[in-house]
């Protein structure tokens, strides 16, 4: 069978949804989207229409992929196939056409996340010269909060960060430590472009040291409970005290705001961040991997 590929620009909207939805219809997670939704997707993923693909059999769409794009970099924000035509190459193809697409644009690299179980999908990438740089996890908590304070390190350290003031800033203002205290940019939709664009909807905290910023965290309230985006704290510090300051932020955000349920999304594993999670009685839910593909070596 031979499909024709088109650009999302030329596909209704409410013709993509149905096919979006379709793709993930059988997905680890609920992604289903409405239009409204889809749209702020593609606005806050800084998705380009114009550069990302569909796949036509007949006049039929069976498949999409969605290039974002941000200064010299690429990231596949979902690529997905009807499930009654999976198996048949077409995600292969939509990749491709998206990959040969951003050398054209003269990208770096493209990056995208993909679930640890989905082994077809980590074969296909891999088949295409993705490789994996880390694993990142989505937390869930469905139990009241823990209310005793962090422990710390038990030594002059420890008694420091005990004095750690802990404030609301506005989220502008909490931005800038996003890219200062990660020594790998957060993942995509949790990179500092992605949250301001959420600044009506999202609240940030920081702790001081000395009057100087050691750690932040961002999250949101909702109806179906706490979001954490994402937190971190100076590279400056040890292990023990990025997880210590990280653990006094989500302490004071689950003072502030008690919810039974609370999650968290693509935080990295194997460091003082998924520490802190879990000392707050975070459960991890799902692995993802995140791959990058090196378009050009500088």
Known sequence: MEYEVGRVSGIDLEVLVELFNDAYSNYYIDVQVSPDRLRNLIEREDIRVDNSFVAYEGRRPVGVVFLGIRGRRGYICGMGVRQSRQRRGIGELLMRRALDEAGRLGLDSVQLEVVEANSRAI??????????????????????????????????????????????????????????????????????????????????????????????????????????????????????????????????????????????????LGGYQEAALRARRFDLTLTQQEMVLCLRWR
Not at 125 to 135: A, E, H, M, Q
């Open 123 to 268: 074969a296909l990438y891999s088949k295409l010269g993705f490789v994996s740089i880390r694993d990142l996890g989505l937390w869930e908590r469905n139990e009241p909060a823990p209310w005793e304070e962090p422990a710390g390190p038990a030594d002059a350290v420890g008694a420091a960060l005990s004095g750690a003031r802990v404030g609301a800033l506005r989220l502008a203002c909490v931005l800038p430590l996003v890219d200062a205290f990660n020594e790998i940019r957060p993942c995509w939709q949790n990179e500092a472009l992605s949250l301001a664009k959420l600044s009506d909807r999202f609240v940030g905290y920081v702790a001081q040291l000395s009057s100087s910023a050691a750690a932040y965290i961002v999250f949101g309230d909702s109806p179906s409970g706490l979001y954490i985006a994402d937190f971190a704290a100076s590279s400056r510090l040890g292990a023990a005290e990025r997880q210590t300051l990280c653990e006094t932020l989500l302490s004071a955000v689950d003072r502030g705001v008690p919810r039974v349920t609370a999650r968290a999304f693509n935080i990295p």
